[in-house]
């Protein structure tokens, strides 16, 4: 757009606003399986005006903002309660679970580099099922990640490979309670033993889990212990903007203690301005997450989280029975929560995937990886919970569609080339070329994006990243020629 001349009225703003809306995934009536956690149009209400009422108050400065403060103690003090942390434990309100997580890598990084000098190229040992976020951090702060296979069956973490993989530079083992892509919890005590035994750190992503497991628990389900309740566990990430339902930007990283919590936070002296201490990545942030978590909670309260957990567990049941009951899908490894992996030995999913898409549904792709099949993945909301009968009855009926069409395979020639290429020698036109083979030109996908995922999940994750980064490095350009969009 080109900034306006005058002021537009109030109504010409939200008009343009709602028009650019058009193309966005609706969410409400529950056949989104992923992106939005919320529970329901009434704490809705309250989650977003308290974070109207705190959207311009800043948290960089929590000695002018005593309110902020309180908030991120509160919600502190609730995670450590809820996480079983002993006395002593504290936390930082972070951004989202990346954050979370990153956070603790940093953490980790510093506390060896103060205690453990000799080290000069440290690692951490994390399962292939961990979350990205930890590719993330081993990127940003140069900590590289150790990754090992998982169990080929249940897909969670091998302790005994796990330990194998430790080398003298290892700094932090991580595991998840439970991982996204399968729902399975690693074992965390015989993990957290190990790590304990090798005088490492151990850090619990629970940023999906954390909050829903103890409610799971709580209503008889086997749940393991997978918190500060095991004792070689040194730092936890748990999201409050998933199954706490608040609205994003709000998670929790926890320590055992202040003495690892302290390497987390960053302090500035050197320069003109004024003194800078950052306990976590932001610096300037509105305090509108905060107030938004706090009132989310209150709003929900403990009874509404258990009576909602039943319901999401219910959920979860139905769509793990019924998928299985379908000829040709079966469900990778034995979900412990509400994530779930659809996969198919003799079907092409991601042209499942399309086919659930054109009937209205929005389910997630997940590529092959580490003995992992390429899957269907669903993340259940509370809002989804309604709509289990109707998204199994499409299932079938997309397996049958599906069924008699003849997979769409990379063209062999194609392949070889693909698998010849070195991900660093490749050019940006190279890559605009592959991308415009499976039908992306621009911003827009096709339709179909069964073509272009099973491209991406033929190629090595090297090339795939290298892709996708090419993909949004295009995406992201200035609208400088376009009208401002208006229906
Ligand atoms: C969602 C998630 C994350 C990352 O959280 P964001 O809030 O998306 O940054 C990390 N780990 C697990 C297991 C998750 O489910």
Same mark, same amino acid.
């Given at each position: 757009?080109?900034?306006?001349?005058?002021?537009?009225?109030?109504?010409?703003?939200?008009?343009?606003?709602?028009?650019?809306?058009?193309?966005?995934?609706?969410?409400?009536?529950?056949?989104?399986?992923?992106?939005?956690?919320?529970?329901?149009?009434?704490?809705?209400?309250?989650?977003? !005006?308290?974070?109207?009422?705190?959207?311009?108050?800043?948290?960089?400065?929590?000695? #002018?903002?005593?309110?902020?403060?309180?908030? !991120?103690?509160?919600?502190?003090?609730?995670? =450590?309660?809820?996480?079983?942390?002993?006395?002593?434990?504290?936390?930082?309100?972070?951004?989202?679970?990346?954050?979370?997580?990153?956070?603790?890598?940093? /953490?980790?990084?510093?506390?060896?580099?103060?205690?453990?000098?000799?080290?000069?190229?440290?690692?951490?040992?994390?399962?292939?099922?961990?979350?990205?976020?930890?590719?993330?951090?081993?990127?940003?702060?140069? $900590?590289?990640?150790?990754?090992?296979? #998982?169990?080929?069956?249940?897909?969670?973490?091998?302790?005994?490979?796990?330990?194998?993989?430790?080398?003298?530079?290892?700094?932090?083992?991580?595991?998840?309670?439970?991982?996204?892509?399968?729902?399975?919890?690693?074992?965390?005590?015989?993990?957290?033993?190990?790590?304990?035994?090798?005088?490492?750190?151990?850090? =619990?992503?629970?940023?999906?889990?954390?909050?829903?497991?103890?409610?799971?628990?709580?209503?008889?389900?086997?749940?393991?212990?997978?918190?500060?309740?095991?004792?070689?566990?040194?730092?936890?990430?748990?999201?409050?903007?998933?199954?706490?339902?608040?609205?994003?930007?709000?998670? $929790? *990283?926890?320590?055992?203690?202040?003495?690892?919590?302290?390497?987390?936070?960053?302090?500035?002296?050197?320069?003109?301005?004024?003194? *800078? #201490?950052?306990?976590?990545?932001?610096?300037?942030?509105?305090?509108?997450?905060?107030?938004?978590?706090?009132?989310?909670?209150?709003?929900?309260?403990?009874?509404?989280?258990?009576?909602?957990?039943?319901?999401?567990?219910?959920?979860?049941?139905?769509?793990?029975?019924?998928?299985?009951?379908?000829?040709?899908?079966? *469900?990778?490894?034995?979900?412990?929560?509400?994530?779930?992996?659809?996969?198919?030995?003799?079907?092409?999913?991601?042209?499942?995937?399309?086919?659930?898409?054109?009937?209205?549904?929005? *389910?997630?792709?997940?590529?092959?990886?580490?003995?992992?099949?390429?899957?269907?993945?669903?993340?259940?909301?509370?809002?989804?919970?309604?709509? $289990?009968?109707?998204?199994?009855?499409?299932?079938?009926?997309? $397996?049958? @569609?599906?069924?008699?069409?003849?997979?769409? /395979?990379?063209?062999?020639?194609?392949?070889?080339?693909?698998?010849?290429?070195?991900?660093?020698?490749?050019?940006?036109?190279?890559?605009?070329?592959?991308?415009?083979?499976?039908?992306? @030109?621009?911003?827009?996908?096709? @339709?179909?994006?069964?073509?272009?995922?099973?491209?991406?999940?033929?190629?090595?994750?090297?090339?795939?990243?290298?892709?996708?980064?090419?993909?949004?490095?295009?995406?992201?350009?200035?609208?400088?020629?376009?009208?401002?969009?208006?229906?």
């Amino acid at each position: 757009m080109k900034l306006p001349k005058t002021p537009l009225s109030r109504d010409d703003i939200f008009a343009r606003l709602e028009a650019c809306r058009a193309g966005d995934l609706p969410w409400r009536q529950g056949r989104s399986w992923g992106y939005v956690y919320d529970a329901g149009p009434a704490t809705e209400e309250i989650s977003k !005006e308290a974070f109207m009422s705190f959207l311009s108050e800043n948290a960089l400065d929590p000695t #002018v903002y005593p309110s902020l403060l309180r908030f !991120e103690n509160d919600l502190i003090a609730v995670a =450590v309660d809820h996480l079983n942390a002993p006395e002593g434990a504290v936390g930082s309100f972070t951004s989202g679970g990346t954050e979370s997580i990153l956070l603790a890598i940093k /953490t980790a990084r510093d506390f060896a580099r103060a205690t453990r000098p000799a080290i000069k190229k440290p690692n951490m040992v994390i399962p292939t099922t961990a979350h990205a976020a930890f590719h993330k951090a081993a990127d940003y702060f140069d $900590v590289e990640a150790i990754t090992v296979a #998982v169990d080929p069956q249940t897909y969670k973490a091998d302790p005994q490979a796990m330990r194998a993989a430790i080398t003298e530079d290892t700094i932090l083992m991580a595991a998840s309670a439970p991982s996204y892509a399968h729902g399975v919890i690693d074992p965390i005590a015989e993990l957290a033993a190990i790590a304990q035994e090798a005088e490492l750190l151990f850090h =619990v992503d629970a940023c999906i889990g954390g909050w829903l497991l103890p409610y799971l628990r709580r209503l008889g389900k086997d749940i393991p212990d997978f918190d500060f309740a095991i004792p070689g566990v040194t730092s936890i990430s748990m999201d409050y903007h998933k199954y706490a339902y608040a609205p994003k930007g709000a998670s $929790v *990283v926890v320590y055992r203690d202040a003495e690892l919590r302290r390497h987390q936070i960053f302090a500035c002296a050197r320069w003109t301005g004024y003194s *800078v #201490v950052n306990p976590t990545m932001q610096s300037s942030k509105s305090g509108g997450p905060l107030a938004a978590a706090w009132a989310t909670l209150n709003a929900i309260g403990d009874e509404g989280y258990l009576a909602i957990a039943r319901t999401m567990d219910e959920a979860a049941r139905l769509i793990v029975e019924g998928v299985n009951a379908i000829d040709g899908l079966e *469900v990778l490894g034995q979900p412990e929560m509400s994530l779930i992996g659809i996969s198919s030995e003799s079907l092409d999913i991601f042209a499942i995937i399309d086919a659930m898409n054109r009937r209205g549904w929005y *389910v997630q792709a997940q590529l092959g990886f580490a003995g992992s099949k390429p899957n269907l993945h669903l993340s259940i909301a509370p809002s989804n919970a309604p709509k $289990v009968s109707a998204l199994l009855e499409d299932l079938a009926a997309c $397996v049958e @569609e599906v069924r008699g069409v003849e997979p769409e /395979t990379l063209d062999p020639g194609m392949a070889a080339m693909l698998g010849g290429l070195d991900p660093s020698q490749l050019s940006p036109e190279m890559m605009r070329q592959m991308l415009a083979a499976v039908g992306i @030109e621009g911003a827009s996908l096709p @339709e179909r994006m069964a073509p272009i995922n099973g491209l991406l999940n033929a190629l090595s994750p090297e090339l795939c990243e290298k892709l996708l980064a090419a993909f949004f490095n295009d995406l992201f350009r200035p609208t400088r020629e376009a009208e401002p969009a208006l229906a």
